[in-house]
């Protein structure tokens, strides 16, 4: 079981990184601490750091905001944005969610622009983080 759920992440933050790549980050790293799955730094104002967080699940929205609640009031507290994925590895689909020092329960359809859309609002000259 520990194997197919090592796979199941595995290919949850492949997904991931494929959709990160496409929105122009600048540099999408692992963190020495691993805190979180990855940070990514903003292209527009490299002083934008967001972290990402990825999981594999087939939950649906409410399941999600339910057994997650934990993990995303700790990212609630931290300092800058997550980005926290949820992504059904079988059918390759995902929800998004911007964390950004209060919960709003709000799940995005993880899609190219959408994603876009999210970092764009996040990494806002005006939007101080």
Partial sequence: MRTIKN????????IVKTYLLETGLLDISVPSDRKFDFVAI????????????????KYSKSEIIREYRTLRESFAKIGFPVIMFYIN?????????????????????????????????ITAPNNKV
């Fill in 42 to 57: 903003s292209k527009s104002d490299f002083s934008k750091v967001i972290a990402i967080e990825v999981k594999a699940s």
């Fill in 89 to 121: 590895y079988l059918d390759k689909t995902g929800l998004i969610e911007i964390i950004n020092k209060t919960l709003t329960d709000t799940l995005i359809l993880l899609s190219r622009d959408n994603l876009i859309n999210e970092i764009e609002k």
């Fill in 7 to 14: 796979y199941s992440g595995w290919i949850a933050e492949e």
